[in-house]
């Protein structure tokens, strides 16, 4: 079966500007995970969705992080305007997560965008 | 809340030497673990996990992983390493949700360098 499908795989902004990402996750899996994974880091969860709501946004900078799943399929992460900080790589995740037993869900991961902030 | 503890940041090795990755966890709650891999430019890949059962748990390319509750830890080890294993390596606690999908805490990760 397909992966997830992640593009662009590398972009290079400079500061104040804005940047999009996209995600198409794996087929039939309700959830779908955006991870911010800074250079030396794991990976850190920014926001969860289960079919096309929000389970956990907790960790998104909301002032100039944002996100939409329209439809519960594909996904788009956007940043408005970039800081130097921002410079990581975004990681996109899905899981089948259709039991109450979520906790055992394995989750799979695309090969994430490498932005750059300059 | 839950946390994961990598103790080794970095970790160089020999061909076909044994290696060892050590995880620690902390919970209040039953946890899941997993340990997942990511080659360079590569997203993440579950190398095994630890659901319930048998506290030895085997993954993909000769990896296995012990889980002990006493010690709140879950290392992962290979008896004898490849150079094709040089990659980072994560550990992860799995937090179950009021509506059942799954949260992923990652450790810091480490990374093992397979010298020939």
């Known amino acids: 079966e397909a992966g997830v499908a992640q593009s662009p795989r590398y972009k290079i902004i400079e500061k104040r500007q804005s940047v999009a990402f996209w995600c198409n996750p794996i087929?039939?899996?309700?959830?779908l995970y955006w991870y911010q994974q800074i250079l030396g880091q794991g990976p850190k969860l920014l926001i969860q969705f289960q079919n096309n709501g929000v389970v956990d946004d907790s960790q998104l900078p909301k002032d100039r992080f944002s996100a939409e799943r329209l439809k519960g399929v594909d996904s788009t992460l956007k940043i408005q305007p970039a800081k130097l900080e921002d410079s990581a790589v975004y990681l996109c995740?899905?899981?089948?997560?259709?039991?109450?037993?979520?906790?055992?869900?394995?989750?799979?991961f695309g090969a994430g965008t490498r932005l750059s902030v300059l | 809340a839950q946390s994961v503890t990598q103790l080794d940041s970095q970790v160089p090795v020999f061909e076909e030497a044994p290696v060892e990755l050590r995880c620690n966890y902390s919970s209040s709650v039953s946890v899941y673990l997993f340990w997942y891999v990511q080659y360079p430019n590569q997203g993440l890949q579950l190398l095994l996990k630890y659901l319930s059962g048998s506290t030895l748990v085997k993954g993909i390319n000769g990896f296995e992983a012990e889980f002990n509750k006493s010690q709140t830890s879950f290392h992962l080890r290979k008896p004898s390493v490849h150079i094709s294993d040089t990659a980072e390596y994560f550990c992860a606690v799995s937090v179950a949700r009021i509506q059942g999908a799954q949260k992923l805490v990652f450790g810091q990760g480490t990374r093992l360098t397979i010298n020939p």
């Open positions: 087929s039939g899996h309700a959830t």
């Open positions: 995740a899905s899981s089948l997560d259709r039991n109450r037993e979520g906790a055992k869900n394995i989750q799979y």
